[in-house]
């Protein structure tokens, strides 16, 4: 697979797409492009006294809003192509939520295991100086937030940095995904993963979907499989065995188990984190190696690993029928393709995941505007407490009754009010995205990349060129 090109597998997509559109070549060519690309190399002093050279990259994708938005990913895998595809996945999917940030990504391609936490926060710090010094971090132009293989403390480093050299009132809101004490907002953590389980709530919803795929509508009883216990996967994973579906596999670095009774999560997690590994879990079979399980008996497969998981080699032996993208790119255009044929439903990436960006603009809104979510009752006025009332309102498109306002502002905390914009986003997001499936007679991919095109374009035709 060393050929796998992942931004242009992003293009085909879009290109698809594209053709339901009504815009020409330039400006589509426009929409497309990645707008800066910037590529930082710098010394890394080593614990031991030797010295490494460190490879990051931002790249800012679409300038048609900003500030631009997109986590910062520190793996191997890093690289431009990587770093270009995602950044213009975070458009598309910015878009597809209404939240009006342009799509950005970053990454630094280290092993993390290699690099002790002092190394990590010296990468982290010295990759944010390099950002603020080319404009490419700031509250209004381009405001990172994690993705694998970061988390809250490495936002918290970044935060810190900026701090240090500017003096900008609005200094928090230059990252998301930050510790709560520093300005993060409740409810960030858990926003991707629990955004999957609501989109594929809502895809199980649909009776004559279901029907097709010869399934029950409801997620009840629903068996899936996951990829990757991280910050996603776990929260997804978690979700849906709330929302009453058996997860019967998991996929893990070290290898893969399965148990059609159903596997224990949070005992999952613990026997990992004494062990270091999934491997000899409970009564689980333990399969050849860690892809396998993708294939086994399930009805719904999650991956939230990395991309090109679900590719030509293994697509033609999966039997889910659902395929819930939670991490981004896991499936590549053929496989997508041969998917389909089979007749699965593919919940695409620029859709599923999107719960992350859009908790991360509740936080970046409330880092602006200076207030503190939460138990408001007791430290705000009630036109304060309506103020971010309101500002749920325009981001879900639901309007609370004055009732419910009423409940809401006695007491509802940041946890409560953060997941019921969530939920809202996501629900309406997935309907929206199912009109315009039914409309063109297309795919939920297909659809979603329409809806972002006819969001994005409408903008730059509004905007005009700048001579
Ligand atoms: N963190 C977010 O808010 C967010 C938002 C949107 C999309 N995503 C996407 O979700 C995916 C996962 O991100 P994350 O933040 O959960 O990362 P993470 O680093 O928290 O977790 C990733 C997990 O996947 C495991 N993994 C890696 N390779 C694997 C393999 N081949 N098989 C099985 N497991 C494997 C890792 O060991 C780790 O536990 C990425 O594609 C990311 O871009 C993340």
Known sequence: MSDYKFFAQVNEAFDKAAKYSKYDKGLLDQIKICNNVYHVTFPLERDDGSIEVIHGWRVEHSHHKLPTKGG??????????????????????CAVVDVPFGGAKGGIKIDK?????????RITRRYAYELIKKDFL?????????????????????????????SDINAEACVTGKPIPQGGVRGRTEATGRGVYFGIREACK???????????????????????????????????IQGGAIMVGVAEIEGSIYDAEGIDLERLMEYREDTGSILG???????????????????ILIPAALENQINEGNAANI??????????????????????????????????????????YFEWLKNLSHVRFGRMEKRFEEGSYR???????????????????????????????????????????????????????????????????????IIYNQMGIFP
């Open 281 to 299: 879990f409970d009564d689980t079979t333990e399969l050849e190696s860690n892809t396998k399980v993708l294939e086994a008996e399930c009805d």
């Open 206 to 240: 649909n009776k004559e979907d279901m029907e097709d795929l010869g399934l029950e509508p409801g997620l009840e009883g629903k068996t899936f499989v996951v990829q990757g216990l991280g910050n996603v996967g776990y929260h997804a994973a978690q979700n849906m």
């Open 387 to 457: 103020k971010i009332l309101n500002v749920i309102e325009n981001i879900s498109d639901r309007k609370f009754s004055e009732a419910e306002m009423g409940i809401l502002a006695q007491g509802a905390d940041e946890r409560d009010l953060v997941d019921s914009g969530l939920e809202e986003t996501m629900v309406n997001s997935y309907n929206e995205l199912n009109e315009l499936r039914k409309t063109h007679d297309i795919d939920l991919r297909t659809a979603a990349f329409l809806n972002a095109i006819n969001k994005v374009g």
């Open 113 to 121: 295991s290699r690099f002790s936490d002092s190394e990590i926060e």
């Open 319 to 360: 039997k889910a029928k659902i395929i819930g993208e939670a991490a981004n790119g896991p499936t590549t255009a053929k496989a997508h393709d041969i998917l389909r044929e089979k007749g699965a439903l593919i919940i695409p990436d620029s859709y599923l995941n999107a719960g992350g960006v859009t908790v991360s």
């Open 138 to 166: 700031g509250p209004g132009s381009d405001v990172p937030a994690p993705d694998y293989g970061t988390g809250a403390r490495e936002m918290g480093w970044i935060l810190d940095t900026y701090r240090q050299l500017k």
């Open 72 to 93: 910062i990913r520190f793996s191997t895998t890093v690289n431009e192509d990587e770093t270009m595809a995602l950044a213009a996945l975070m458009t598309y999917k």
